[in-house]
């Protein structure tokens, strides 16, 4: 990655905008380990114990300095998360959205690899090729549809996602301890990539899409720890529901009455991430928007109108030209002249 990044990012960047280069330092540490001790329960509790003092403390620290983060970020000049990255609804419906998916598929991945090995008796190296239909088939799915996202509207997109991400959920939810990999795990695999592409690269590009130069990095930042949060919300709500199914001595196909529990939850989060989509994502992409809305609106009528006006006064200037309006001088420079009433100035402001 690092050397494909040599290949791609441009060597002369243009200058920043940002006149205030003080560090956040008091936010990023508190928003670090955080967010850390937060992922740390999610991760460790189904295991652990959600009680246990050795999760449930470092989760309440966590918590105490996630606030902490909110009042230093309220209350600072330069915050390493200005709050104003929030007015974006794509933002907000990006966040959410992605953590439905990122749950939706971790567990997936989990359970799938749970059951080729303890049920199905694959190895762990068939068990890691038995994904390579899930990995070549997402890239190939987002760079197709990198089309389709400038011909329909990313909200309809993800919506008709979300049933293919449904459908496989519900599909391998039906796998019994004879089925062969052709019969569910591949047709599962390839649902699945056909839904989670397309949410997927829509949640990128709507995420950062009305973020200004300057929040980029933030916005994005924001996106990546959403994504992160998704993975252990999914395998902790999914645990809870197969060990609940499961005796702590079940072997083999018995343990397939957990496992199928687990991929219904899955379908669960992804119907959660379809009422997402649904209520929260933006009816309009912004370059397809036909009316502005929003604080920018005026400003960018504005700027409409006197491109309009400088496009007229030019007009003028060149129909004049060409008419022979002006005449010469002495010295071979433009004098202005009369026509009847019609009166051409020798020099004209443009706006």
């Not at 890239?139 to 996602?161: D, E, H, N, P, Q």
């Not at 499961?246 to 083999?252: E, F, K, Q, S, Y």
């Not at 010295?331 to 402001?349: D, F, L, N, Q, R």
Request: glycine share 8%; net charge negative.
């Amino acid at each position: 990655m690092a050397f494909l990044g040599l290949l791609v990012i441009p060597t002369e960047l243009s200058e920043s905008k940002v006149a205030d280069r003080r560090v956040d330092y008091m936010g990023i540490t508190s928003f670090t380990v955080g967010i850390v001790t937060l992922i740390y329960y999610l991760s460790e509790g189904p295991s652990a114990g959600w009680t246990e003092a050795k999760t449930l403390a470092p989760f309440i620290v966590g918590l105490l300095l996630l606030v902490a983060f909110v009042v230093i970020e309220y209350k600072i000049d330069y915050p390493i998360m200005p709050f104003r990255i929030w007015r974006s609804r794509r933002l907000v419906a990006s966040c959410l959205t992605i953590i439905c998916v990122s749950a939706g598929i971790n567990t997936l991945i989990f359970y799938s690899s749970l059951t080729f090995q303890n049920v199905l008796g694959y190895s762990p190296l068939k068990t890691s090729l038995a994904y390579i239909v899930h990995g070549v088939g997402a890239i190939v799915a987002i760079v197709a549809l990198t089309k389709l996202v400038t011909m329909v509207r990313t909200k309809i997109i993800m919506i008709v996602g979300w049933f293919f991400f449904i459908a496989s959920a519900i599909l391998w939810a039906q796998i019994q301890y004879d089925s062969s990999y052709w019969s569910i795990p591949f047709p599962g695999f390839i649902l699945n990539f056909l839904g989670m592409a397309p949410i997927w690269l829509c949640c990128q590009i709507n995420s950062v899409t009305d973020a200004d130069d300057e929040d980029q990095g933030v916005v994005g930042a924001v996106y990546n720890v959403s994504l992160q949060i998704g993975a252990p919300i999914g395998i902790a709500v999914s645990n809870i529901i197969a060990n609940g199914r499961n005796a702590p001595t079940a072997l083999g196909a018995e343990l397939l009455v957990g496992y199928r529990a687990a991929f219904y939850s899955f379908a669960i989060m992804a119907g959660v991430g379809l009422l997402v989509t649904v209520i929260f994502a933006a009816n309009s992409d912004p370059a397809k928007m036909k009316t502005p809305t929003g604080g920018d609106a005026d400003a960018q009528v504005l700027d409409e109108e006197r491109g309009k006006v400088a496009v007229d006064q030019l007009t003028i200037l060149e129909t004049a030209q060409n008419s022979e309006i002006f005449e010469v001088k002495d010295g071979g420079g433009k004098a202005p002249s009369t026509t009847g009433s019609t009166v051409v100035p020798e020099k004209t402001e443009i706006a």
